[in-house]
C-alpha cells in the first residue's frame, strides 16, 4: 500500500481516549482519535471524579478548568424508610502539602470530556467524529484499519498502534479476540437520567431509602440538572418516561412536591461485570471499559480508565521513541491487577447497596485511588538501605513552599509535563551527564538543596519534601511521567541502571 503509518490510532472519543489523545499530543506523536458518534455524548454518567484523577488533570495541565465546573466534598443526605435523615459527604478533609486534593469532586462526564477535548485542541490534536471503526488487520510493524464515516466513505488508516478505548460494548477486543470473562445480571438494573426539578434544593445529593428501593437526586454542578437514580426491581417497569420516573420517584420518596421536569439523556443500568485477561495482542491495546465494566457503585469506572490511558500514554511514547517494545508488557502488569481490585470493590459496594436499600457512597482509602499503585510492578526498584516510607511503585506525593529560581513552586507543578524526573537531595556531579544521556526521554532533574544556584534547583522551605520522601539514606528518586515513583536509590550509577533496565532501548 506504500501508506506512511501514524504512531498510533485511538478508537473512541470517551474519557479514556480523550486522556490518551491528550499524552500523545503533548509529546508530539502523530495519532488520530475517531468516534463513531455524530457529536460528542451528553449524558452526566461518571459524575465523581476521585482524587487521583484529579491529579492526573494536574499533570496534563488542566486541573483549573476541571476544578471549576465540578463540587468537592458534596453533603450527602440520606433519608430512610421512616422520614429519618442521616448526613455524609464527599469531603477527604482538608488538603496537605502531600496531598492537595484529597476529595471526590462531582461534576457531569460531560464536562470532563469538554474539558479534555479542549485541552487536546490546545494542544493542536482534535475528535474526528462520526468515524466508525469497522475492522482491522495487524502485521508484525503496523496496523491497517477500515473506518467508515456518517456519509459511508471508507478509509483504511494505518498506525503503528491501535488502541481501543471504544466501551464495554468495544469492536476492537472483539475482532482481536481478547476474552471478556464476568457475567451480566439482569436482575439488577437502574435508571439514570438527567433531569431538571422543582421542589428540591440543590445544596446536597439527596438519597431515599425504601421497602422497594433507592431514588437519589444528585444535583450536577455548572448545570440546572440533576442525576436521577432509581434501582429496579425485577417485576417492575423500566421505563425511561418521565412519567414512569416521577411515579417511582414518589413512592420512594413519600412526597409529591417533588416535580420532574424535562429528562435529557437517560439509560436503564445493568449489571454487568467483566474483564478481560490480558491488555495487549501484538500491536492492538485496550483501555477503559473496553477491558473491564462494573457497578457504579464507588465511583470507578471513569476514573479507572483515565488512569489506564495515564499508565499507557509514556510507554507508548517511550516505545515509539526507540525502548524496548517490552516495556509495553509492564501496562497490563500494573493495570491489570488495578482492574481486578476495582472490580472485587465495586460489587462489594453493590451487595452492600442491594442490602441498605440504598447507593453505597464511599470515600475512603479505597476508593479515593491515592493508594493505588505498583509496588510489585518489574519497572519498580529499591537499590540500598530503605529508611523511607515510600516504596518503589507507590505514588510520588506533593510537596508544597519549594523555592526556586521562578518562584514558589509545588514538587506537582515541577512534575507537570511528559518528562520524568530525577529529584536528588543534595549536590550531585554526576547528574547533568546522565540527564544529557536519557535526554531522548525527557529526563528532568530537581536538586533540592539549600542555596540556589541553577534553574533545577529547590529549596524546600516548609520542609514538606523531606516529610514525605525523608531522604536521609535515600537520595534518589526517579518519578514516572505518570507521577509513580520507579527508583529509589542511594546511589547515582543505579539511576543509570534503572533506565538501561526499563527502557533497553534500541539505537536512535
Ligand atoms: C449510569 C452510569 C453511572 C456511572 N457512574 C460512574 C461514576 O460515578 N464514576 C465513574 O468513574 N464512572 C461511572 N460510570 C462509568 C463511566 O461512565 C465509564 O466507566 C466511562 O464512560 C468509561 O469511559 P471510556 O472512555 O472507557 O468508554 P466510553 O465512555 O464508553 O467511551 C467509548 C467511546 O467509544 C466510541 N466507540 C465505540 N465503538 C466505536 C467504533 N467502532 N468506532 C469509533 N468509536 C467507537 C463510543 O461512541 C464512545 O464514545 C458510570 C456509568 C454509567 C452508565
Not at 483504511?156 to 470473562?181: M, N, P, Q
Not at 490480558?278 to 476514573?303: E, K, T
Request: charged share 25%; aromatic share 6%; glycine share 10%.
Amino acid at each position: 500500500m506504500g501508506q506512511k503509518a501514524i504512531d498510533v490510532l485511538i478508537i473512541g472519543a470517551g474519557p479514556t481516549g480523550l486522556t490518551l489523545a491528550c499524552e500523545l499530543a503533548r509529546s508530539g506523536l502523530s495519532f488520530r482519535i475517531i468516534e463513531k458518534s455524530a457529536a460528542s455524548q451528553a449524558g452526566s454518567r461518571g459524575k465523581g471524579i476521585q482524587p487521583r484523577s484529579l491529579e492526573v488533570f494536574d499533570n496534563l495541565g488542566m486541573i483549573d478548568t476541571v476544578l471549576s465546573h465540578g463540587q468537592m466534598g458534596m453533603p450527602i443526605c440520606s433519608v430512610d424508610a421512616a422520614g429519618k435523615e442521616a448526613w455524609s459527604g464527599l469531603e477527604g478533609g482538608e488538603p496537605r502539602p502531600d496531598i492537595p486534593y484529597p476529595s471526590t469532586l462531582v461534576i457531569p462526564q460531560w464536562r470532563i470530556e469538554e474539558a479534555l477535548r479542549n485541552h487536546l485542541l490546545s494542544h493542536g490534536g482534535e475528535v474526528e467524529f462520526g468515524v466508525e471503526l469497522v475492522s482491522f488487520d495487524q502485521s508484525l510493524d503496523s496496523v491497517d484499519t477500515e473506518v467508515v464515516t456518517g456519509d459511508g466513505e471508507s478509509e483504511t488508516i494505518r498506525s503503528r498502534w491501535l488502541v481501543g478505548c471504544d466501551g464495554g460494548h468495544s469492536i476492537v477486543r472483539k475482532h482481536a479476540g481478547f476474552e471478556f470473562l464476568g457475567e451480566t445480571i439482569d436482575d439488577i438494573r437502574m435508571i439514570v437520567a438527567d433531569v431538571r426539578a422543582e421542589g428540591v434544593e440543590r445544596s446536597c445529593w439527596r438519597m431515599w431509602r425504601h421497602e422497594e428501593g433507592f431514588a437519589a437526586l444528585c444535583p450536577l454542578p455548572s448545570t440546572d440538572q440533576f442525576q436521577y437514580q432509581a434501582s429496579i426491581v425485577p417485576s417492575q417497569d423500566g421505563e425511561l418516561s418521565i412519567d414512569n420516573m416521577q411515579a417511582i420517584l414518589e413512592t420512594r420518596t413519600r412526597r409529591t412536591d417533588i416535580r420532574l421536569k424535562d429528562v435529557g439523556w437517560r439509560s436503564l443500568w445493568r449489571a454487568n461485570v467483566r474483564m478481560v485477561d490480558r491488555y495487549r495482542s501484538g500491536r492492538v491495546l485496550l483501555a477503559g471499559d473496553a477491558a473491564h465494566i462494573h457497578s457504579p457503585a464507588g465511583g470507578q469506572g471513569m476514573n479507572t480508565g483515565i488512569q489506564d490511558a495515564h499508565n499507557l500514554g509514556w510507554k507508548l511514547v517511550s516505545v515509539i521513541r526507540g525502548a524496548s517494545i517490552l516495556l509495553l508488557n509492564t501496562y497490563e502488569e500494573e493495570r491489570l491487577p488495578v482492574a481486578a481490585g476495582v472490580l472485587s470493590l465495586s460489587n462489594d459496594l453493590l451487595r452492600q447497596a442491594i442490602k441498605d436499600r440504598g447507593i453505597a457512597v464511599k470515600r475512603d482509602e479505597r476508593t479515593n485511588q491515592l493508594s493505588v499503585g505498583y509496588r510489585g510492578s518489574s519497572l519498580s526498584r529499591e537499590e540500598g538501605a530503605q529508611r523511607a516510607l515510600l516504596r518503589a511503585g507507590d505514588r510520588a506525593p506533593d510537596a508544597s513552599g519549594l523555592r526556586t529560581t521562578s518562584g514558589e513552586r509545588r514538587l506537582f507543578e515541577l512534575l507537570r509535563g511528559e518528562h520524568f524526573t530525577l529529584l536528588c537531595f543534595g549536590v550531585h556531579q554526576e547528574i547533568d551527564e546522565l540527564v544529557l544521556k536519557h535526554n531522548w526521554l525527557r529526563l528532568r532533574a530537581v536538586n533540592v538543596v539549600a542555596e540556589l544556584a541553577m534553574p533545577e534547583d529547590v529549596v524546600d522551605t516548609a520542609g514538606s519534601l523531606h516529610a514525605a520522601y525523608a531522604p536521609d539514606a535515600t537520595p534518589f528518586y526517579v518519578i514516572r511521567p505518570d507521577g509513580y515513583i520507579g527508583l529509589i536509590a542511594d546511589r547515582i550509577s543505579a539511576v543509570d541502571t534503572w533506565f538501561e533496565a526499563a527502557f533497553q532501548s534500541k539505537s536512535r
